[in-house]
């Protein structure tokens, strides 16, 4: 079993939709989450950042972890073209320790 | 821009080759972190130097080795390469403390083994 599994998709939407990208994590020792998007072929960009269980949100982004059942989400409002891209979760233990990703969903948004 | 240097972009070689990657960190981060992304395994950790000293090691292959220099750059070198090593390898850097724990990946070079 793999330490988180994420939906590969792909997935589309038309432009101004609500996206919903999940993972799950079987680990309890992972205490940071993290969302990153990755356009084709460039370096991982974080988009949000999150510890507790809860929302966290940042502009049409909003972040959300449930740490009771392992389960982490990222809510994309009024979807984009040019949100159009991979994203990957992320977990890690904390103290500089190694991220560790789901295998990524991607998503495009169409006009 | 993340902050975070890498060289070269692209990388063609042959089989039983060796490379060497290089990343400079964010300033003033001391850790430098590099991962592996292939398309059948998406983003794996390889190993971490904090200030110059290996601080955790994932799935590195024996072939490949890493070094952190006393200016933070950091250097991968892959040996006997073969074709199962083409990929997209990235460094990533923060300040490897307690303090943070998002890591800001550079843009990544992309070696193909022909």
């Given at each position: 079993?793999?330490?988180?599994?994420?939906?590969?998709?792909?997935?589309?939407?038309?432009?101004?939709?609500?996206?919903?990208?999940?993972?799950?994590?079987?680990?309890?020792?992972?205490?940071?989450f993290m969302w990153y998007r990755?356009?084709?072929?460039?370096?991982?960009e974080l988009l949000m950042y999150t510890?507790?269980?809860g929302n966290k949100e940042d502009g049409r982004f909003t972040a959300q972890v449930?740490?009771?059942?392992?389960?982490?989400s990222l809510f994309i409002r009024d979807?984009?073209?040019?949100d159009?891209?991979?994203y990957?979760?992320?977990?890690?233990?904390?103290?500089?320790?190694?991220?560790?990703?789901?295998?990524?969903?991607?998503?495009?948004?169409?006009? | 821009?993340?902050?975070?240097?890498?060289?070269?972009?692209?990388?063609?070689?042959?089989?039983?080759?060796?490379?060497?990657?290089?990343?400079?960190?964010?300033?003033?981060?001391?850790?430098?972190?590099?991962?592996?992304?292939?398309?059948?395994?998406?983003?794996?950790?390889?190993?971490?130097?904090?200030?110059?000293?290996?601080?955790?090691?994932?799935?590195?292959?024996?072939?490949?080795?890493?070094?952190?220099?006393?200016?933070?750059?950091?250097?991968?070198?892959?040996?006997?390469?073969?074709?199962?090593?083409?990929?997209?390898?990235?460094?990533?850097?923060?300040?490897?403390?307690?303090?943070?724990?998002t890591?800001?990946?550079?843009?990544?070079?992309?070696?193909?083994?022909?």
């Amino acid at each position: 079993q793999k330490e988180v599994e994420q939906d590969p998709g792909p997935l589309s939407v038309p432009e101004g939709a609500i996206v919903s990208l999940n993972c799950t994590y079987s680990n309890s020792a992972f205490q940071y989450f993290m969302w990153y998007r990755q356009y084709s072929r460039k370096g991982p960009e974080l988009l949000m950042y999150t510890y507790s269980s809860g929302n966290k949100e940042d502009g049409r982004f909003t972040a959300q972890v449930d740490k009771s059942s392992k389960y982490i989400s990222l809510f994309i409002r009024d979807s984009q073209p040019s949100d159009s891209a991979t994203y990957l979760c992320a977990v890690t233990r904390g103290g500089g320790n190694k991220l560790t990703f789901g295998t990524g969903t991607q998503l495009k948004v169409e006009l | 821009d993340s902050g975070v240097t890498q060289t070269p972009k692209h990388l063609i070689t042959a089989t039983g080759q060796r490379v060497t990657l290089r990343c400079s960190p964010r300033s003033g981060d001391l850790s430098v972190y590099w991962y592996q992304q292939s398309l059948d395994q998406g983003l794996q950790f390889l190993i971490q130097y904090y200030n110059g000293e290996e601080r955790a090691k994932g799935n590195i292959l024996e072939r490949f080795s890493a070094q952190q220099f006393p200016d933070l750059h950091s250097e991968l070198n892959l040996s006997s390469l073969e074709l199962g090593d083409s990929a997209l390898y990235f460094c990533a850097s923060n300040a490897g403390d307690t303090s943070t724990d998002t890591q800001y990946f550079g843009p990544g070079t992309r070696l193909t083994v022909l």
